[in-house]
């Protein structure tokens, strides 16, 4: 009972990623092609959302619900990041789908996605066991 309301709000979440049309294989392929702006539009309103929800929990020293101060440390950049988005990036494509919706496009119905997930987790996977060898 305790993790009800992530339930809800899992839930929820898969319903407006479904309604909003950013679990269709469609969508993204056409992202991709350059030929629509919609996931475009999507992905820069998460990305101003974000923003200023960063700048919020900063300046006003915001606490999780446990009361907790949110700390949001720097990161340094380095090669693992370009090259581990554009393998990301690369399965996007390819398969038409970033792990987030990945959930609601099984539940809409879409077979496939069950592959995609036992492919997120082996992606996982290798990456934790190769973590000590690669650029960080």
């Not at 009800?4 to 709000?9: C, D, G, R, S």
Request: charged share 15%.
């Amino acid at each position: 009972m305790k993790y009800f309301k992530y339930l809800v709000l899992g839930t929820l979440f898969g319903i407006i990623l479904t309604k909003s049309e950013v679990i269709s294989w469609f969508r993204i392929q056409e992202m991709f092609r350059f030929q629509a702006f919609h996931m475009y539009g999507v992905i820069g309103s998460a990305i101003a959302v974000g923003l200023i929800s960063i700048q919020l929990i900063k300046r006003n020293r915001l606490r999780t619900i446990d009361g907790e101060p949110i700390a949001i440390v720097d990161k340094q950049y380095n090669h693992g990041v370009w090259i581990g988005g554009f393998i990301f990036g690369l399965g996007w494509a390819i398969t038409g789908a970033c792990p987030g919706p990945l959930f609601a496009q099984l539940g809409s119905g879409v077979g496939a996605a069950a592959v995609m997930i036992l492919a997120a987790l082996a992606g996982t996977w290798t990456y934790s066991a190769l973590r000590e060898k690669l650029p960080h």
